[in-house]
């Protein structure tokens, strides 16, 4: 049964720093497009990062304060997250995409797989 996992959130102050990652099996996240997206309260869920063979992209949102990375040999995805703003707060998830293996994408709807979320907080 294909999985994949968030961890890593939290609660941070603004201007600090959370990591997350996404674990996968049964999928090889190097065959794969991996997006991570996130939906604050009382929004809709929006595309924040995704990482695949030709590289990563970023909503103009995080841009410069995000990075996304990939361990193929531990088939894992992460996204750190730098200079973090109250809304940045939200739940994220972590999805894939067998299509976007070469150039990702941050639609949801091109999305096969989905974590169930990690909620990071960002809050003084």
């Known amino acids: 049964q294909v999985q994949v996992v968030e961890s890593g959130g939290g609660l941070v102050q603004p201007g600090g720093s959370l990591r997350l990652s996404c674990a996968a099996s049964?999928?090889?996240?190097?065959?794969?497009?991996i997006a991570w997206f996130r939906q604050a309260p009382g929004k809709e869920r929006e595309g924040v990062s995704c990482i695949s063979e030709a590289g990563t992209d970023y909503a103009d949102s995080v841009h410069d304060r995000f990075t996304s990375s990939r361990d193929n040999a531990k088939n894992e995805v992460y996204l750190q997250m730098d200079n973090l703003k109250p809304e940045d707060t939200g739940i994220y998830y972590c999805?894939?995409?067998?299509?976007?293996?070469?150039?990702?994408?941050?639609?949801?709807?091109?999305?096969?797989?989905w974590g169930k979320g990690t909620l990071d907080t960002v809050s003084s």
């Open positions: 049964v999928i090889k996240v190097a065959s794969y497009g």
């Open positions: 999805a894939a995409d067998s299509g976007g293996y070469y150039y990702c994408s941050m639609t949801s709807g091109d999305m096969e797989y």
